[in-house]
């Protein structure tokens, strides 16, 4: 309707004007604005809009804007340059870098009117000559009637027209009218990143504060999905009532989206949530990539008469990791080249033995790898990145999380342990308050119950007795019978965790019982401890990888039964996901090294990565999971 409108005063206006001046006219394209179309044109915006009262600044697609005779025909650019896109770069932020519209950026690159930017891709940036002013003569006609927008009504209230001011944002808007940032973004679905000064944008008929913009000393803050009061303590340091008096609107309690004014100070112990980003869309570098895969295959043993090669394998354990392994890495390189990245393939067995590492690097050229995985022990690893690190060719280690010496060009995939127990506490503190907790802890752990007494002041301890057990009342008498009561249990004791499982799931369901543990060892394991007491328990743990269900239809794992026969183990699916995760990392950038400039995270069938550099050393990934068991035994995310 608005573009019919524009079209009938666009024919009428010719008409009647016949007489006095002929003119030209343009249809808007995507992501126009008026000034783009008058820097287009080499005219003024005022020249268009004097002719089109009723346009804005950011008329809609298509709509027919009425031009002067005697501008020019498409003004076009003198040169162009080249732009190459960096990570988090938006259209909109370059279109101001360079003084031109995002239209113009379209224009001549016309493969972004089908999809977003692609980190490392090369765009054509028009230059225009600066604008002139043209005098454009009209004469005075029949008074015009202005088109103004028309407030229309959705699923969300009444809707006017807001006209952005200068250092006004999508945020501080959305909170001026008491709506949600994704309520905001809703209703002005083509608005993107940022905001123009003049923009005409769609909002709430009525508002419910009277700026956009917060004072001096405050920021603007989204609430995250599931934050409440309580999480938000923990983030900011500010209470529920601090929070409702800066934002009186919250009193009816927090929703997603929610934006908040805070004190400054109080933002600075905000952390922002790590990026999950997913790389298959962000291919750009599809050059070939090379690889090198170091394991411990070894087939220097011999195969006797009374052994087969089955027998071998079965018996020779890291003989049978490193196939399962190897196994997830050559799946990893199929999906891929299904990506448009193709890979070479160089593998070397090891033996499992540092001096084989040595003299496999020594007698090969490694200098033009761009990533080695492997090898799998802790000294060939460090002999490996030693010998490699003046070529700064990386180094993948893929299965051990020991305290590895790091070299700069080592990449450490495994989360440390003291990394998962951090991590661990971390979760628990934030959602203690109101919790009776109870540490149970043997001797071999307490650094670990050290730990969290420190941050976990006025938590109750209990240990085994000289037998290595406790008993009902040991812990009975610790237990807090009116709230919920959390038991952090630190032994790698199988008789020690099955004693205490045992006890808490032979209490009456009252006592309101959750088991956690800094680390979930073998000892879970033991035939004694029965999953279904840690599912009634809803035992919850750090894991650097989840179990995938083997019901879901998950590409890799339908290829992988379909190729082998059967469904990957857990090595198998490491060696997929981190194959996969390098050669997306090395197809998004120049180098994995600048691949992992950025903190952001990756995530694929068990595991996930996000890396960050250690100071004066090389790279660690720090990204777990939080496990909980659930009644049905399954294993669900929490964190």
């Known amino acids: ?146 088109v103004s927008p028309k407030p229309i009504t959705t699923g969300l209230s009444k809707l006017t027209v807001h006209t952005v001011k200068p250092k006004e944002t999508k945020y501080g808007i959305a909170r001026m009218y008491g709506i949600t940032l994704q309520d905001f973004e809703k209703i002005n679905p083509l608005i993107g990143n940022g905001l123009s000064i003049g923009q005409m944008i769609n909002v709430p008929a009525e508002t419910i504060m009277e700026t956009a913009i917060p004072e001096e000393g405050y920021i603007l ?124 393939l160089k593998v070397y067995d090891t033996e499992y033995s540092t001096s084989k590492v040595g003299s496999i690097i020594a007698s090969n050229d490694f200098k033009n790898f761009d990533a080695v995985i492997g090898p799998l022990g802790q000294k060939q690893v460090e002999r490996a990145a030693s010998l490699l690190k003046n070529n700064r060719v990386p ?110 799931n032979g209490m009456p369901p009252e006592y309101k019982l959750r088991l956690f543990s800094l680390k979930k060892g073998i000892a879970y394991d033991y035939h004694d401890v029965s999953n279904l007491h840690l599912a009634k328990l809803n035992f919850t743990f750090p894991s650097v990888n989840k179990n995938y269900n083997y019901k879901d239809p998950v590409p890799f794992l339908i290829s992988y039964k379909n190729k082998y026969g059967v469904l990957p183990n857990k090595y198998a699916v490491r060696g997929f996901d981190l194959m996969y995760d390098v050669l997306l990392r090395l197809a998004s950038a120049d180098d994995i090294y600048e691949a992992t400039e950025a903190d952001f995270e990756t995530a694929y069938i068990e595991n996930k990565f996000r890396y960050s550099k250690k100071f004066l050393s090389g790279y660690q990934n720090n990204a777990f999971y939080i496990i909980k068991y659930k009644e049905d035994l399954q294993l669900e995310v929490i964190e």
């Open 1 to 146: 309707m608005k573009y019919l409108l524009y079209l009938v005063f666009a024919i009428a206006f010719n008409v009647s004007s016949s007489a006095q001046e002929a003119y030209k006219t343009h249809r808007v394209l995507e992501d126009e604005t008026l000034g783009s179309i008058a820097k287009m044109y080499g005219i003024s915006s005022d020249e268009i809009t004097k002719l089109n009262p009723g346009a804005g600044l950011t008329p809609s697609e298509n709509t027919m804007l009425v031009l002067p005779s005697k501008v020019k025909d498409i003004q076009q650019p003198l040169k162009f340059k080249k732009h190459r896109v960096r990570r988090k770069e938006t259209l909109f932020g370059i279109s101001k870098k360079y003084n031109v519209s995002v239209a113009d950026i379209k224009r001549y690159n016309k493969e972004l009117y089908a999809r977003s930017l692609k980190k490392g891709e090369r765009l054509k940036i028009p230059q225009y000559p600066e604008k002139s002013e043209i005098p454009v003569v009209v004469t005075p006609g029949p008074p015009l009637t202005t």
């Open 221 to 344: 803050y989204v609430v995250q999905p599931k934050e409440g009061f309580y999480r938000l303590k923990v983030k900011t340091g500010l209470t529920q009532e601090e929070i409702v008096a800066l934002n009186p609107y919250a009193k009816v309690g927090l929703k997603e989206g929610m934006i908040l004014k805070i004190p400054k100070s109080a933002a600075e112990s905000v952390t922002e949530e790590t990026a999950l980003v997913n790389l298959e869309n962000s291919v750009t570098n599809t050059s070939t990539k090379s690889i090198a895969v170091l394991l411990p295959f070894r087939l220097n043993k011999t195969i006797d008469s009374t052994n087969t090669k089955s027998d071998v394998i079965r018996n020779d354990k890291l003989m049978s990791l490193s196939l399962d392994f190897y196994s997830g890495v050559i799946m990893a390189t199929e999906f891929a080249k299904d990506k448009g990245i193709s890979s070479s």
């Open 395 to 504: 180094v993948f280690s893929p299965l051990s999380n020991k305290e590895i010496k790091i070299s700069k060009n080592l990449f450490q995939t495994l989360p440390e342990d003291d990394m998962l127990e951090d991590g661990m506490i971390q979760f628990i503190k934030a959602r203690s308050e109101g919790k009776n907790i109870l540490i149970i802890s043997d001797s071999k752990h307490a650094s670990q119950k050290a730990k969290l007494l420190s941050k976990l002041p006025g938590s109750k301890t209990a240990a085994p007795r000289e037998k290595g057990f406790l008993y009902v009342k040991d812990i009975d008498d610790q237990i807090n019978k009116t709230t919920e009561n959390w038991v952090i249990l630190e032994s790698d004791d199988p008789v020690i965790v099955s004693n205490v499982v045992g006890i808490l």
